[in-house]
């Protein structure tokens, strides 16, 4: 039980704390589930934020772990009262859940501020769920403690071990080029999902928990344990005991997401060969804080090894990374090697360092040592140049090496609709040597900057045994992903960006080395085209949700977030409701 003698002022006691009318009313509307009258009384009221759907597969089994973080919330003393908000899940949501992001933060931020809450346990899994819900929380800043729902169990096809997202990425491919026929294609399906739980590669959302597990937000060893675990429950269930805690110390969200804490998710995404869409949810999340971080600030995880053996970028899945020691031993090595601010805060109370320190390795093929790295430099490398001013992004550790400085020449899609009807075309003049480029994809084109930016290459050169070749885009590409993919050029081609301006024909040169990117073309073309395209412009008027996301949505250097949600609001007690 909780020290009450600490006197904590809980915010709930706004609502259930008075005799008057206010909280006649407030008590007895809630008692009609059977809650007695002394749960009233000085006890914290735990806001469980349930993103659980059946059309998000990956969190469909959320029930289960409310359940056990319930139990936690009482025996710790606390009342338990869980609350749904929107479940934009990657798997289903068209035409992409980046779109319902902001929309899930919005929902997540007003439920929390509006209702009788002192603490909030964020359940969380599928790829938006996580930032959109600490976005929310974030501009609330109560005390707060993420639980994930964990990575599904390996995929298995022909007696090995398949990666979810990764392996239909791959097999397509072996498709289009005729190395397998379509009933191979097919009979993968049923193997690759076989269990609860996010994809088990080193996509999106498994590099979204380790990122709420970096920062200090999730109690350690929350990223990697596998869905059915049982050990799943277990931190579930410590997890509802620890928000109690938190709460009568008030240990709000904002003491734990501190600069250096965003560092450390930063050196972190680098040793785990993470998402490249971590650039923009960890920015989004730090604007809601109120913490300053750019992309410049990636340079910090620049020369930071990859340590982490996980597909797409090497070889296992989640739950070989889990039984290996998970992001523990991640965190003692990058500590080891010095590039770890052990002094971090996490919301169980210990120091980052505290937590991680006495971390075993049960298996160093899986989680290098920092002598036998998987990629020497893994962190995300920041392009610029004129064809992206304010910055591109391209993850090394899923690139081919031979074409990290390459110079070719354009092959030009203007959106994605276009792509789909060149690509098959055998006439389409392409090589291996050019440069595929992709417009109207990014926040305000697409929109909601859909996961298209690992353009499938043409079928005549997969067939001529071609597997990689310099791709850019506006767009974002999935974290299961894979191939020299340059994403997130800012600005986007439908805010009149240079990308806009690209012809067919035109050469482009990579550096990613040397972090440039630049068209090969004068500064006097360049405005000239895109003075045309200015004038052409039409805006488009679509009216709903679609139509505000497209008008208030920053770009991707900035966190794609509403211009209008940027910042902490806190949690004051609004105005009574009758």
Request: hydrophobic letters at 40%.
């Given at each position: 039980?909780?020290?009450?003698?600490?006197?904590?002022?809980?915010?709930?006691?706004?609502?259930?704390?008075?005799?008057?009318?206010?909280?006649?009313?407030?008590?007895?509307?809630?008692?009609?589930?059977?809650?007695?009258?002394?749960?009233?009384?000085?006890?914290?009221?735990?806001?469980?934020?349930?993103?659980?759907?059946?059309?998000?597969?990956?969190?469909?089994?959320?029930?289960?772990?409310?359940?056990?973080?319930?139990?936690?919330?009482?025996?710790?003393?606390?009342?338990?009262?869980?609350?749904?908000?929107?479940?934009?899940?990657?798997?289903?949501?068209?035409?992409?859940?980046?779109?319902?992001?902001?929309?899930?933060?919005?929902?997540?931020?007003?439920?929390?501020?509006?209702?009788?809450?002192?603490?909030?346990?964020?359940?969380?899994?599928?790829?938006?769920?996580?930032?959109?819900?600490?976005?929310?929380?974030?501009?609330?800043?109560?005390?707060?403690?993420?639980?994930?729902?964990?990575?599904?169990?390996?995929?298995?096809?022909?007696?090995?071990?398949?990666?979810?997202?990764?392996?239909?990425?791959?097999?397509?491919?072996?498709?289009?080029?005729?190395?397998?026929?379509?009933?191979e294609f097919l009979s993968a399906e049923a193997g690759m999902s076989r269990s609860a739980g996010t994809c088990n590669t080193m996509g999106?959302?498994?590099?979204?928990?380790?990122?709420?597990?970096?920062?200090?937000?999730?109690?350690?060893?929350?990223?990697?344990?596998?869905?059915?675990?049982?050990?799943?429950?277990?931190?579930?269930?410590?997890?509802?005991?620890?928000?109690?805690?938190?709460?009568?110390?008030?240990?709000?969200?904002?003491?734990?997401?501190?600069?250096?804490?965003?560092?450390?998710?930063?050196?972190?995404?680098?040793?785990?060969?993470?998402?490249?869409?971590?650039?923009?949810?960890?920015?989004?999340?730090?604007?809601?804080?109120?913490?300053?971080?750019?992309?410049?600030?990636?340079?910090?995880?620049?020369?930071?090894?990859?340590?982490?053996?996980?597909?797409?970028?090497?070889?296992?899945?989640?739950?070989?990374?889990?039984?290996?020691?998970?992001?523990?031993?991640?965190?003692?090595?990058?500590?080891?090697?010095?590039?770890?601010?052990?002094?971090?805060?996490?919301?169980?109370?210990?120091?980052?360092?505290?937590?991680?320190?006495?971390?075993?390795?049960?298996?160093?093929?899986?989680?290098?040592?920092?002598?036998?790295?998987?990629?020497?430099?893994?962190?995300?490398?920041?392009?610029?140049?004129?064809?992206?001013?304010?910055?591109?992004?391209?993850?090394?550790?899923?690139?081919?090496?031979?074409?990290?400085?390459?110079?070719?020449?354009?092959?030009?899609?203007?959106?994605?609709?276009?792509?789909?009807?060149?690509?098959?075309?055998?006439?389409?003049?392409?090589?291996?040597?050019?440069?595929?480029?992709?417009?109207?994809c990014g926040p305000k084109g697409y929109p909601g900057m859909a996961e298209v930016g690992n353009m499938g290459l043409p079928p005549k050169?997969?067939?001529?045994?071609?597997?990689?070749?310099?791709?850019?885009?506006?767009?974002?590409?999935?974290?299961?992903?894979?191939?020299?993919?340059?994403?997130?050029?800012?600005?986007?081609?439908?805010?009149?960006?240079?990308?806009?301006?690209?012809?067919?024909?035109?050469?482009?040169?990579?550096?990613?080395?040397?972090?440039?990117?630049?068209?090969?073309?004068?500064?006097?073309?360049?405005?000239?085209?895109?003075?045309?395209?200015?004038?052409?412009?039409?805006?488009?008027?679509?009216?709903?949700?679609?139509?505000?996301?497209?008008?208030?949505?920053?770009?991707?250097?900035?966190?794609?977030?509403?211009?209008?949600l940027v910042g902490c609001r806190g949690a004051a007690v609004p105005a009574h409701s009758h």
């Amino acid at each position: 039980m909780p020290d009450t003698k600490k006197k904590t002022t809980l915010r709930s006691a706004s609502w259930f704390g008075t005799n008057d009318k206010n909280g006649f009313m407030y008590r007895s509307w809630m008692k009609n589930q059977g809650i007695p009258d002394h749960h009233f009384q000085n006890r914290p009221v735990i806001g469980i934020c349930n993103t659980w759907s059946e059309l998000t597969p990956c969190n469909a089994h959320f029930r289960e772990i409310a359940e056990r973080v319930k139990n936690g919330i009482r025996e710790a003393g606390g009342i338990p009262v869980e609350f749904p908000v929107f479940s934009n899940g990657e798997s289903n949501l068209r035409p992409t859940a980046m779109l319902t992001r902001n929309l899930a933060a919005m929902d997540t931020e007003e439920a929390i501020r509006g209702n009788p809450i002192d603490g909030v346990v964020l359940l969380v899994g599928c790829d938006k769920t996580t930032p959109a819900l600490l976005m929310g929380a974030a501009s609330c800043n109560l005390p707060t403690l993420v639980v994930t729902g964990g990575p599904m169990l390996n995929g298995k096809h022909k007696g090995k071990d398949v990666g979810s997202g990764t392996l239909v990425w791959r097999m397509h491919e072996e498709l289009k080029a005729g190395a397998i026929d379509i009933d191979e294609f097919l009979s993968a399906e049923a193997g690759m999902s076989r269990s609860a739980g996010t994809c088990n590669t080193m996509g999106t959302a498994s590099t979204m928990a380790c990122m709420a597990e970096s920062l200090g937000t999730s109690l350690p060893h929350n990223a990697a344990i596998p869905a059915v675990d049982a050990r799943r429950y277990v931190l579930a269930h410590m997890s509802g005991m620890r928000i109690v805690e938190m709460v009568h110390e008030d240990l709000t969200l904002s003491k734990v997401l501190t600069k250096d804490a965003f560092l450390n998710a930063i050196r972190t995404n680098a040793a785990i060969g993470g998402s490249t869409n971590a650039v923009i949810h960890l920015k989004a999340i730090a604007g809601r804080i109120g913490v300053d971080l750019n992309l410049d600030d990636w340079e910090h995880g620049r020369n930071v090894p990859t340590l982490v053996n996980l597909q797409p970028s090497g070889q296992y899945l989640m739950e070989d990374f889990y039984y290996a020691g998970g992001l523990p031993v991640v965190h003692r090595r990058l500590a080891e090697l010095g590039v770890l601010a052990r002094d971090c805060l996490t919301v169980n109370g210990k120091t980052i360092w505290e937590n991680v320190q006495q971390a075993p390795c049960y298996n160093d093929d899986v989680i290098r040592p920092l002598n036998q790295p998987l990629t020497e430099r893994g962190g995300i490398c920041v392009l610029r140049g004129n064809l992206a001013p304010r910055g591109a992004v391209l993850k090394p550790s899923a690139a081919s090496p031979h074409l990290m400085q390459h110079r070719g020449r354009a092959v030009v899609f203007e959106n994605f609709e276009q792509y789909k009807a060149r690509i098959n075309d055998p006439a389409l003049e392409i090589d291996a040597n050019s440069v595929m480029v992709l417009k109207n994809c990014g926040p305000k084109g697409y929109p909601g900057m859909a996961e298209v930016g690992n353009m499938g290459l043409p079928p005549k050169l997969l067939q001529q045994g071609v597997t990689d070749m310099v791709r850019i885009s506006d767009a974002r590409m999935s974290g299961t992903a894979f191939g020299t993919v340059v994403l997130h050029v800012v600005p986007e081609a439908m805010d009149l960006g240079p990308l806009a301006a690209v012809q067919e024909g035109d050469y482009i040169r990579l550096d990613a080395y040397n972090g440039v990117l630049e068209l090969e073309v004068s500064d006097e073309e360049l405005a000239r085209r895109l003075e045309k395209l200015s004038a052409s412009r039409v805006i488009m008027r679509t009216g709903g949700y679609l139509e505000m996301y497209r008008e208030r949505v920053l770009q991707a250097d900035e966190g794609c977030d509403f211009d209008f949600l940027v910042g902490c609001r806190g949690a004051a007690v609004p105005a009574h409701s009758h």
